[in-house]
């Protein structure tokens, strides 16, 4: 990445704990427009609690606490409002109009009581002032964008009618409903099988190109990051342990860690000239190794 | 130019004429209504249903056909349903005709029901939900409220009230509101609970909903399936309770509601019993039928009894 552009969102040396145990600690990164950052680590390393303390979404209804850091946003404006003092209203303005969020199950993060149109249509009212008709032709808009197909159907059926992979891009389409300039993936095709993985991956990336939205991608999946990222945060036990380039990150990693990570995936033709499946060897870590 | 090989596998071109489409193999559309189904299913809920409608109707309905004052006298006192000179119900202490006083008494009964389980869910659902979603002290507050609500002796509260402010409908409203309300904030609140942390409100909260908006366009739909089935059975006990204090004497006199002309009848019934007979089976196949109902609401809106 150019070093002298100013970046969209700028985490500097963020910390947070719940009740005293660090979840997050010390995070530093930045992410510039059009970018896509992945945030990689096993489970409980801390990824999916830095996005939603970058939404803030973190504090609420947990124990959780934004201890220390800063969360510098770059406002379209060009203004920098730094996320962690914002106030709620403040933040209620910024969540879903310059970060959007999608999450991980497609199967329960839609309403089961509305219809797929009115939610969108929802989202749309809350941050512009369209009326119905307006933002129903929106709603129309993003799922045709989202590649939808009948979206003028989908939009009167409700999630229970559709499938898991239809609901995820219901849930992009949402995300992408007021244009914004982040758009934060928890794990989005966790839940899904391979070949809608592979679907949606693709439409996000065409999705991106298309409005220029930074994205951060969080899994655990080094083929995913493979496939659409350009940057990579490594985490583990709450620390950042590595950062760079997709190319850099894959070709040369420094740290035992990222090394352990990238040599648990099992290689296509791995196996060849065997006569039948062999074990591998598990890569044993200490903890905090 | 013959048929195109495709691996080696010749592809017979007229395979790839649309076959004409079978119309039993396409997507049928979901049934509609499938709620209603399940209500239907429950033979109970639908006799329920209908003794509701009957009631309604001799309440609201047929004292339209019947002209003068129910209260005016018909003929001698204590008069056996079908005696001479009586009427199809009989008459009271006052020669007044039982079975006219019972139809019009329903109405003033059914209006204080139905207001205090308006009451009583409106309480309920709003505390029930402020507890759950907020949590913490809000929670903590809000549950000793309802605990001291709930261990009150309920009767003896709302008498104390009545008998303090008035046998008026607002007061006796109030008074069975009051009582009635921690029920369904329990229920309100565990439903609340269980909500908050699902994807889906995580994902309002996402796209900048307040907390205002997420307790009552996200959750509260979403708990009305147990609040809908809840506040029949409210109503039902709604009704005992102002049968209750009527018979007592709490209540409106001019209303002749069905506890009260129990009530009235009380020391007379070992040699008039249809004076308390004919109110006492109103009051009873109210309730029998409102109970019915719910029971066979908590089936349709369960989707997991759905296709039983």
């Known amino acids: 990445m150019v070093s002298s552009e100013k970046p969209l969102l700028s985490v500097q040396g963020l910390t947070v704990t719940f009740d005293g145990f660090t979840a997050v600690s010390e995070l530093s990164f930045d992410l510039f427009e059009g970018q896509t950052l992945a945030i990689v680590g096993e489970s409980g390393s801390g990824k999916s609690v830095t996005a939603l303390s970058i939404m803030r979404l973190v504090t609420l209804g947990t124990r959780a606490k934004i201890a220390e850091g800063e969360l510098n946003f770059r406002m379209p404006d060009g203004s920098i409002i730094d996320l962690v003092k914002a106030d709620e209203a403040q933040m209620r303005d910024i969540r879903g109009n310059q970060i959007s969020m999608i999450f991980q199950e497609p199967l329960t993060s839609l309403n089961p009581v509305y219809t797929t149109g009115n939610q969108v249509i929802e989202a749309i009212r809350l941050h512009q002032d369209l009326d119905k008709e307006q933002a129903h032709q929106r709603a129309l808009e993003v799922f045709q964008r989202v590649r939808i197909p009948e979206p003028e159907e989908r939009l009167k059926e409700y999630p229970h009618q559709m499938s898991g992979g239809m609901r995820q891009r219901v849930m992009i389409a949402m995300a992408l409903s007021c244009d914004p300039t982040v758009l934060i993936a928890d794990e989005p095709t966790t839940a899904l099988d391979v070949t809608i993985q592979a679907q949606i991956l693709g439409l996000m990336r065409t999705l991106q190109n298309e409005t220029g939205a930074a994205v951060i991608m969080i899994t655990h999946d080094m083929g995913v990051v493979a496939e659409v990222a350009d940057d990579i945060v490594v985490m583990r036990n709450s620390k950042l342990v590595e950062t760079g380039t997709v190319y850099e990150v894959f070709e040369d990693p420094k740290e035992p860690y990222t090394k352990a990570l990238l040599a648990s995936i099992p290689r296509l033709g791995s196996m060849t000239g065997k006569s039948r499946p062999e074990l591998f060897d598990l890569v044993e870590m200490e903890p905090g190794a | ?308």
Do not use: C
Not at chain 2, 30 to 58: C, D, S, T
């Open chain 2, 1 to 308: 130019m013959g048929d195109p090989t495709v691996f080696g596998i010749e592809q017979k071109s007229e395979s790839f004429e649309p076959s004409a489409v079978d119309e039993s193999r396409l997507r049928k559309p979901p049934p509609k209504y499938p709620g209603l189904r399940m209500f239907r299913r429950n033979k109970a809920a639908v006799f329920g249903a209908i003794l509701l409608i009957v009631i309604l109707f001799i309440t609201f309905v047929l004292p339209l056909f019947f002209d003068g004052e129910r209260t005016e006298r018909v003929g001698g006192i204590h008069l056996a349903p079908g005696a001479e000179g009586s009427t199809m119900f009989g008459t009271d202490y006052l020669g007044r005709d039982v079975g006219r006083i019972v139809m019009e008494g329903g109405s003033a009964t059914l209006k204080v029901a139905g207001l205090a389980a308006l009451v009583i869910v409106g309480l309920g659902t709003t505390i029930g939900a402020l507890a759950g979603y907020y949590g913490g002290w809000v929670d903590n507050v809000l549950m000793r409220i309802t605990e001291f609500f709930q261990v009150l002796p309920g009767l003896l509260f709302a008498i104390v009230i009545v008998a303090l402010y008035g046998a008026s409908t607002k007061t006796i409203v109030l008074a069975i509101g009051l009582i009635a309300w921690p029920t369904i904030a329990r229920l309100v609140r565990a439903e609340f609970l269980r909500q908050k942390n699902l994807e889906y409100v995580k994902a309002a909260r996402a796209i900048g909903a307040n907390d205002a908006r997420i307790i009552f366009k996200t959750i509260m739909p979403n708990t009305l399936p147990v609040v809908i089935v809840q506040s029949t059975l409210v109503m039902g006990s709604a009704i005992l309770f102002e049968a209750g204090l009527a018979f007592l004497g709490l209540s409106n006199p001019k209303d002749l509601s069905w506890g009260f002309y129990i009530g009235a009848n009380r020391n007379y019934f070992l040699s008039n019993w249809w004076g308390v007979t004919f109110p006492g089976l109103m009051i009873f196949f109210t309730v029998l039928s409102l109970s019915l109902i719910g029971d066979g609401l908590q089936d349709a809106v369960n989707p997991k009894l759905r296709g039983r």
